[in-house]
C-alpha cells in the first residue's frame, strides 16, 4: 500500500472514529445527564446518541477523504456536547485541539480576529450553561479553559524561540517587512504584486500546493509561473519559495 494511505490524517480518522463509536455505543448503557440544560430544549440522551451517531459517520467518511474542515467541524460539536453534558474536561480539550488544527491549518487566515471570538463566545456561553450542574462546575470549567489558553500559548512561544534558528537571517532580519507586526494583517497589493502573482502566492502558502498545479490550475507554462515567482522573490528580497513561504507566514497574508 501507499504511502498516503497510512497518512497521519487517516490514522486519526481512524481512532477518532473508533473513539466515537465507543461514544456512540456507550451512550445507550450510561444514565443519561439530568441535571444538562438540554433537557429544557428536549431528551438529553436523544441529543447524545444523535450527535455521537453523526460524527461517528462522518469521521468514518473523513477516513476515505480526509479535510481539514471536517476534522474542525466534528471537534468543535464534540467539544459543546461534551461541555454540555458533564464531560467538561474533554470538551475544554476538543475545543483547544479545533483551535489549533484551525490555526495551523490556514482555516483562519480569513477574517482570523473575527473567527476566533466567536469560537471563544461559544465556547464561553457553553461553560456558562452548565451552571445546572452547580456553579462550582461552571468557575472550575472557567479556571480549566484559561489554563489551557496559557499553556497552549506557552508552548508556542517555546517552539517559536527552538525554531528560530532554523529562520534564515533574510527572513528573521527581511527589511521589506520590517514595519509589520508578526501576526498582524498584510495585503499583498500594498508590495506592487499583480493580481496574479497574489493569487498565486496565497494558493501556494496557504494550500501548501505545488508549481505544476499552479500551472495547471491557471493554465499557465510551469516555466511562467516559476518567471512569476522569481518577480516576487525580489520583491519581498528571498531567493527561494521555502523562503517566501516562511516570510509571509509569519502574517495574516491576504488580497
Known amino acids: 500500500m501507499s504511502k498516503k494511505i497510512f497518512s497521519i490524517e487517516r490514522v486519526v480518522a481512524i481512532t477518532g472514529f473508533l473513539f466515537l463509536l465507543i461514544a456512540f455505543i456507550s451512550s445507550f448503557y450510561v444514565q443519561p445527564d439530568e441535571n444538562s440544560i438540554l433537557k429544557y430544549v428536549t431528551d438529553t440522551q436523544t441529543v447524545v446518541h444523535i450527535v455521537h451517531g453523526v460524527c461517528a459517520f462522518l469521521c468514518f467518511l473523513l477516513i476515505f477523504k480526509p479535510i481539514t474542515v471536517g476534522f474542525c467541524f466534528l471537534m468543535f460539536v464534540e467539544s459543546i456536547l461534551n461541555i454540555l453534558t458533564t464531560y467538561e474536561q474533554l470538551g ?30 461559544v465556547h464561553f456561553a457553553a461553560i456558562i450553561l452548565v451552571f445546572t450542574h452547580g456553579w462550582p462546575v461552571v468557575f472550575i470549567s472557567l479556571g480549566t479553559t484559561v489554563f489551557f489558553m496559557v499553556f497552549y ?10 525554531f528560530s534558528c532554523f529562520i534564515p537571517k533574510k527572513i528573521s532580519d527581511n527589511s521589506v517587512l520590517a514595519t509589520e507586526i508578526k501576526g498582524s494583517v498584510i495585503s499583498l497589493a500594498k508590495y506592487g504584486l499583480t493580481g496574479r502573482q497574489i493569487s498565486l502566492t496565497l494558493d501556494y502558502i496557504y494550500k501548501q500546493t505545488s508549481y505544476k498545479k499552479l500551472s ?39 488580497k
Do not use: D, N, P, R
Open 92 to 121: 475544554i480539550f476538543f475545543f483547544y485541539s479545533y483551535i489549533t488544527l484551525a490555526i495551523t491549518k490556514g482555516l483562519f487566515e480569513k477574517h482570523t480576529g473575527t473567527k476566533i471570538v466567536v469560537s471563544f463566545i
Open 216 to 254: 495547471e490550475e491557471y493554465g499557465l507554462s510551469i516555466s511562467l509561473v516559476k518567471k512569476e515567482f522569481s518577480e516576487i522573490f525580489k520583491i519581498f528580497e528571498v531567493t527561494k519559495i521555502e523562503e517566501l513561504k516562511m516570510l509571509l507566514l509569519q502574517y495574516q497574508v491576504t
Open 153 to 162: 500559548i506557552w508552548i508556542y512561544k517555546i517552539l517559536k524561540e527552538q
